[in-house]
T-cell receptor, first 115, second 115 residues
């Protein structure tokens, strides 16, 4: 069975602090894909990143960075120098191999950035 | 390029009624997926349509159904509504190129309230 665990339900930080959102996944597929989405209060899920199982290279995009480690089945997301606009619910998701777009989502982490 | 659009944005129904939700994908996208989001169950996959065929289905009762038209627009239908069907229903579209796991782009959702 496939599963995504986001153990952090809520995180509160003060602006300019760095914050890491944890994501642990379970799958038996050898080929799989991991995603992060952001859901602001408006409700629309915003795509942030996709990573496939055979590419463990970490990625940085501005203040965002992602750390993918197959050895620990983790795909963590770090926001550097957080801003109030980063306040949202963040979801980690898993897609298995094969002809399907079915995403298994974690329960999400609510990030509150205080000014 | 226009994003994924969903209509209506808000809907109030009573138990026992049925409802139809509509989703227009991004132009050129061939896959449409539907998800249900509730505070208790989180984001759950309902079904995916590709080239007018249901490609995958989640664990929902038969009261939940959908279809896709030749222009890739999709509708989902929920019959005999129950209070527990109150949720945010999200539609997502993707290019679905063969052999690629491309990202899904989500619409703003339809907020369904069942009284």
């Amino acid at each position: 069975a496939q599963k995504v665990t986001q153990a952090q339900t809520e995180i509160s930080v003060v602006e300019k602090e760095d914050v890491t959102l944890d994501c642990v996944y379970e799958t038996r597929d050898t080929t799989y894909y991991l995603f992060w989405y952001k859901q602001p209060p408006s409700g629309e899920l915003v795509f942030l990143i996709r990573r496939n199982s055979f590419d463990e290279q970490n990625e940085i995009s501005g203040r965002y960075s992602w750390n993918f480690q197959k050895s620990t089945s983790s795909f963590n997301f770090t926001i550097t120098a957080s801003q109030v606009v980063d306040s949202a619910v963040y979801f980690c998701a898993l897609r298995g191999g094969g002809a399907t777009n079915k995403l298994i989502f974690g329960t999400g982490t609510l990030l509150a950035v205080q000014p | 390029k226009a994003g994924v659009t969903q209509t209506p944005r808000y809907l109030i129904k009573t138990r026992g009624q049925q409802v139809t939700l509509s989703c227009s994908p991004i132009s050129g996208h061939r896959s449409v997926s539907w998800y249900q989001q509730t505070p208790g169950q989180g984001l759950q996959f309902l079904f995916e349509y590709f080239s007018e065929t249901q490609r995958n289905k989640g664990n929902f009762p038969g009261r939940f159904s959908g279809r896709q038209f030749s222009n890739s627009r999709s509708e989902m239908n929920v019959s005999t509504l129950e209070l527990g069907d109150s949720a945010l229903y999200l539609c997502a579209s993707s290019l679905a190129l063969a052999g690629m796991a491309d990202e899904q782009f989500f619409g703003p959702g339809t907020r369904l309230t069942v009284l």
